[in-house]
């Protein structure tokens, strides 16, 4: 089945820095990209998704890339700020089963 | 918000007994899914549904089984709990092609 490996599991960054996770899927056929942010206490929000048809996608200083030949995609914040502190998952679901499987998370931290 | 409701919110239960968590939709969406959150493991898929008396497992699904006999209810039952379960559980929705929405989240302890 799909498995979707996500580095680092922490990350601390010092305010107006960027800050960068990865990861990693094994399913070829995994077409769609999520990634979620989870704060203390709720449930994971979406920030960002992209398809395999698209590279990269932006949303203000949140910004996602995807490598098809290499099965990786990654999370790009810049200027961060402190409510950017969280937790941070990627996911991926494969084309047609509707399974939406889960990297293992990176707490980030962001300093003042 | 879409809204989904998990309950109970919390529980605290003795190991061997059974245990039914309910996550309850208004959305209509199709997919359904109840992930455990264990640190170091982020979140894990149980079971999903893809529609009603539809279900699969996911890739910690022993221990655990789950229903759905209508569009807006998908229950989670530990049919003997086992201290190993003691984590916090979320359910989650979809309507195909688009984002997933969480519960608030259970937690559970099986002492």
């Known amino acids: 089945g799909e498995n979707v490996e996500q580095h680092p599991s922490t990350l601390s960054v010092q305010e107006g820095d960027s800050a960068v996770i990865k990861c990693t899927y094994s399913?070829?056929?995994?077409?769609?990209f999520p990634w979620y942010k989870q704060e203390l206490g709720k449930g994971p929000q979406l920030i960002i998704d992209?398809?395999?048809?698209?590279g990269e996608k932006k949303d203000q200083r949140i910004a996602v890339t995807l490598n098809k030949t290499a099965k990786h995609f990654s999370l790009h914040i810049t200027e961060t700020q402190p409510e950017d502190s969280a937790v941070y998952f990627c996911a991926s679901i494969i084309q047609g089963a509707q399974k939406l499987v889960f990297g293992q998370g990176t707490r980030l931290t962001i300093n003042p | 918000d879409a809204g989904i409701t998990q309950s109970p919110r919390h529980k605290v239960t003795e190991t061997g007994t059974p245990v039914t968590l309910r996550c309850h939709q208004t959305e209509n969406h199709r997919y359904m899914y109840w992930y455990r959150q264990d640190p170091g493991h982020g979140l894990r898929l149980i079971h999903y549904?893809?529609?009603?008396?539809?279900?699969d497992k996911g890739e910690v699904s022993d221990g655990y089984s789950v229903s759905r006999s209508k569009t807006e209810d998908f229950l989670l039952t530990l049919e003997s709990a086992t201290s190993s379960q003691t984590s916090v559980y979320f359910c989650?929705?979809?309507?195909?092609?688009?984002?997933?929405?969480f519960g608030q989240g259970t937690r559970l302890t099986v002492v």
């Open positions: 989650a929705t979809r309507q195909g092609g688009t984002e997933a929405f």
């Open positions: 549904s893809y529609g009603v008396k539809d279900t």
């Open positions: 992209i398809r395999s048809n698209v």
């Open positions: 399913d070829s056929a995994s077409n769609y």
